[in-house]
């Protein structure tokens, strides 16, 4: 079992930015793949983007999230970044990772999210 923790999340201008941590609360015996999705209110869960276990590859959801969403991730700290830029009204939604142990694109770990607000 893997318990992940996001932080970071609060209350930003459109326009600014904010760096989202997810710490694994133990190392795992080989990375997993990660992803990063959220959660708008009264809207479904949205795939955000994902990172490979050894952080070489990274997907984008979404063409508008790939010019300011940037994942990262430093193994050694068994953590995963989300760096996003340029935010707007509508990037406000609960975020949350996830962890893809075994890389089919299923995440079996959740961290409980972080709240990230955007004012226009």
């Known amino acids: 079992q893997v318990q992940l923790v996001e932080s970071g999340g609060g209350l930003v201008q459109a326009g600014g930015s904010l760096r989202l941590s997810c710490a694994a609360s133990?190392?795992?015996?080989?990375?997993?793949?990660m992803g990063w999705f959220r959660q708008a209110p009264g809207k479904e869960r949205e795939f955000v983007g994902r990172i490979s276990s050894s952080g070489g590859s990274t997907y984008y959801a979404a063409d508008s999230m790939k010019g300011r969403f940037t994942i990262s991730r430093d193994n050694a700290k068994n953590t995963v970044y989300l760096q996003m830029n340029s935010l707007k009204p509508e990037d406000t939604a609960v975020y949350y990772c996830?962890?893809?142990?075994?890389?089919?694109?299923?995440?079996?770990?959740w961290g409980q999210g972080t709240q990230v607000t955007v004012s226009s």
């Open positions: 133990r190392r795992t015996a080989r990375p997993y793949d």
């Open positions: 996830a962890a893809d142990p075994t890389g089919g694109y299923s995440y079996s770990y």
